[in-house]
C-alpha cells in the first residue's frame, strides 16, 4: 500500500511530518501517530464504519464497461467542426463524416427513444444533464437548435449545457440560450488567450458586446461561467480572473471562473504549452501555490470545490476503490454520442479516430476498450495526490499520457501543498515515498522552497 510521509515547516522554521495514504484516507501526525484535526477547516471527522462505499470499476481494454441506458449525462458531439484555432484543442482538420448535419438531427431524434431511457423516473428527463459539444457548438447552430428544442419538448426536466468559444454569440443566440436555460461555459484564457487559442472574442467590438450581454442575461441565473486553462506561458487563476473581468466590466470578485487545470496535451501543440523541465515544473508549482494561498485563485470554482473534496475525503476516510476518473466518462451512465449515433470514448474524441466504441443501434454491445481507469496506470496507485487529481485523462497513451500526467501532478501538488497550509499552517517541503508514480523518478519531490514559505 503507498504511503507517504509530507515534510513540513511551521512559520517559526520548526519541521514536522505527517502520514497520508491516498489509498485511505488517512492523514497523521507521524509523532503521535494521531488524525490532524479538522477543526481549522471547521469541519469534523465523519467516520462511518458501515458506510457502503461503491466500488469504481476499473475499466481497460481488457476489461471493458458497458453502457447503461439510464443515462445521467447524454453528451451530443455535433461535429468537431471550429472557427477557432486553440493550440491545445485536438477538435480541428476533421474529416467531413465527423461533421453533423440536420439530417442527421431529424434521424437521431427519431431513434432516441429506442435507446434513451433518462435516470429519473418521471419520464420527463429529471436528473438528466444533457451537452452539446464541438468543435464550437454554434458553428452547428441549426442543428443545435433544432434539436435542443424537440429534446425539450421531449425532456422538458433535463438541463442543458455547452461550452463555447464566444465569438459567433448575437441577439437571436443569447434569447434562445436564455429561453432555454442553458448553462453557458466561455472557454477564455485572459491574458493568454491570444497566444494559445487565436482571436481573442473581446478584441472584436461585436463579440464582445455579445459576451457582455450573454453575461449580464445569464449571471443572475447562475447559468454563465467562463473556463480556462493554465499552460506554461499563462500560469495564474488571478490574472486570468481580473483579465475577464476587466474585459466584462464586472467585478472580478462577480466572475464565476472555472479551469481545465494545467492543459491536458491531446496533441503536439498542447504538449508544447506543457512543463518540460524541472524549473517549468518548480515554477509552475510555487505561483499556483501563491496563487491560491495568498492570491485570489482560491474562489475559482474547481477550486475551491476540489480542496473542499479532498478536506471530505480525509473526513471520511474515502477508499481510493471508490474513485472512479475525474471526467466521469468511465461512468455506465455518462454516454458521449455523435448525431450519427455512434458513441465514443468521450466527447472529445471522433469515431475516424478509434474511439468508437459502438452504436446507439447496438446498445448493449457498446464497449468502452479505450479506457485506463487510473487503477490500470503504472503511476497513480504510486500518487500521493491520487484524491486529487482521480487519474487525469482516461483516454491518453504513450509520451502524451506521461506528459498529461506530469502536468497533472504538478498542479494537484500545488493543490494539496495549499489544502495543508489551510489545515495545518504548515508549508510542504517535500514528499516522500517508497515510489512517487514511477519507479524510475527519485523517492523525494520537492514542494514548496523556503522562499515561497510566506
Ligand atoms: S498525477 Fe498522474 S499519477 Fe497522480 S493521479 Fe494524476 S494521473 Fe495519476
Ligand atoms: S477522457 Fe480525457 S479528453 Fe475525454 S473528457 Fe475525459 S479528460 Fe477530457
Excluded at 277 to 294: C, E, G, I, K, W
Excluded at 347 to 353: H, I, K, M, R, S
Aim: contains cysteine.
Amino acid at each position: 500500500m503507498a504511503e507517504f510521509k509530507f515534510h513540513l515547516r511551521r512559520h517559526d522554521g520548526k519541521p514536522f511530518c505527517l502520514l497520508y495514504s491516498p489509498q485511505t484516507s488517512e492523514l497523521l501526525w507521524e509523532e503521535t501517530g494521531e488524525r490532524v484535526s479538522l477543526h481549522s477547516i471547521g469541519i469534523s471527522y465523519d467516520l462511518n464504519p458501515s458506510r457502503q462505499w461503491p466500488v469504481a470499476k476499473a475499466v481497460s481494454p481488457e476489461t471493458p464497461l458497458g453502457k447503461s441506458r439510464a443515462l445521467r449525462a447524454l453528451k451530443i458531439q455535433l461535429g468537431l467542426k471550429c472557427n477557432g484555432r486553440c493550440g491545445y484543442c485536438n477538435q480541428t482538420a476533421r474529416p467531413p463524416e465527423s461533421h453533423g448535419t440536420l439530417k442527421d438531427a431529424k434521424a437521431f431524434l427519431d431513434k432516441l427513444p429506442s435507446w434513451l431511457e433518462p435516470a429519473g423516473t418521471d419520464g420527463l428527463g429529471s436528473g438528466l444533464r444533457i451537452e452539446y459539444w464541438g468543435g464550437e457548438p454554434l458553428v452547428y447552430w441549426r442543428t443545435m437548435k433544432y434539436l435542443a428544442e424537440a429534446l425539450h419538448q421531449r425532456y422538458p426536466k433535463a438541463v442543458f449545457n455547452f461550452v463555447t468559444n464566444g465569438t459567433i454569440l448575437d441577439d437571436e443566440k443569447i434569447d434562445w440560450l436564455d429561453k432555454y436555460d442553458f448553462s453557458v461555459a466561455v472557454s477564455h484564457d485572459g491574458p493568454g488567450h491570444k497566444t494559445n487559442r487565436g482571436e481573442d472574442p473581446f478584441d472584436d467590438p461585436f463579440s464582445a458586446a455579445a459576451l457582455r450581454k450573454l453575461y449580464t442575461r445569464l449571471r443572475p441565473k447562475g447559468l454563465v461561467s467562463f473556463n480556462c486553462v493554465l499552460a506554461k506561458n499563462n500560469p495564474s487563476l488571478t490574472t486570468v480572473r481580473e483579465h475577464i473581468a476587466s474585459r466584462l466590466g464586472c467585478s472580478p470578485d462577480d466572475l464565476p471562473l472555472s479551469t481545465e487545470e494545467l492543459v491536458l496535451p491531446y496533441e503536439d501543440a498542447g504538449y508544447q504549452l506543457s512543463l518540460h523541465t524541472d524549473a517549468d515544473h518548480a515554477f509552475m508549482r510555487h505561483s499556483l501555490y501563491r496563487d491560491v494561498t495568498q492570491g485570489g485563485a482560491l474562489p475559482t470554482l474547481n477550486v475551491k470545490e476540489k480542496l473542499e473534496d479532498f478536506f471530505r475525503s480525509i473526513a471520511q476516510g474515502r477508499p481510493s476503490y471508490s474513485l472512479g476518473l475525474r471526467c466521469g466518462m468511465d461512468r455506465e451512465d455518462t454516454l458521449a454520442v455523435d448525431l450519427k449515433g455512434n458513441v465514443l470514448t468521450c466527447q472529445n474524441t471522433a469515431a475516424g479516430d478509434g474511439h468508437k466504441i459502438g452504436t446507439v443501434k447496438d446498445y448493449a454491445n457498446i464497449r468502452l476498450n479505450t479506457a485506463w481507469h487510473w487503477s490500470k496506470r503504472e503511476e497513480c496507485p504510486y500518487c500521493p495526490v491520487l484524491q486529487l487529481c482521480k487519474g487525469c485523462c482516461l483516454r491518453l497513451e504513450g509520451n502524451l499520457w506521461r506528459k498529461a500526467c506530469d502536468n497533472s501532478f504538478t498542479y494537484n501538488l500545488a493543490l494539496l501543498a495549499a489544502g495543508l497550509r489551510l489545515l495545518t499552517g504548515g508549508v510542504l517541503t517535500e514528499i516522500g515515498g517508497n515510489v512517487l508514480r514511477r519507479h524510475e523518478l527519485p523517492g523525494i519531490a520537492p514542494v514548496v522552497d523556503s522562499v515561497w514559505n510566506g
